[in-house]
């Protein structure tokens, strides 16, 4: 079992920037990547952003590219989504998850932490 918890989430004007940090734990060995996806209310899971576990390789949503950097320290088993740039259309749930497999930006992750909301005021 693999543990997820997110925290940094808050209220920042349009053009502001947030980081979101993400802790891991329990059997971390087995992730292959961690993501982060966001719900906004009535919708479905987006994918945001993954990294490669031990890898390191980096995935991004188009909406969020150039602006939102996914990293990693695997020494913390943690990682961070920095979100620069922000707009009211970035407004969501931000959802921390592990996957033990390939298919990283399908919502289907073996854990999941419990959100941390996000609003952009415009």
């Known amino acids: 079992q693999v543990q997820v918890v997110e925290s940094g989430g808050g209220l920042v004007q349009a053009g502001g920037s947030l980081r979101l940090s993400c802790a891991a734990s329990?059997?971390?060995?087995?992730?292959?990547?961690m993501g982060w996806f966001r719900q906004a209310p009535g919708k479905e899971r987006d994918f945001v952003a993954a990294i490669g576990w031990r890898s390191g390789s980096t995935y991004y949503a188009d909406s969020v590219k150039g602006r939102f950097t996914i990293s990693s320290d695997n020494a913390k088993d943690m990682v961070y989504l920095q979100m620069n740039s922000l707009k009211p259309e970035d407004t969501a749930a931000y959802y921390c998850?592990?996957?033990?497999?390939?298919?990283?930006?399908?919502?289907?992750?073996?854990?999941w932490g419990q959100g941390t909301q996000v609003t952009v005021s415009s």
């Open positions: 998850g592990a996957t033990e497999s390939v298919a990283v930006t399908r919502p289907f992750y073996d854990y």
């Open positions: 329990g059997r971390t060995l087995s992730i292959y990547a």
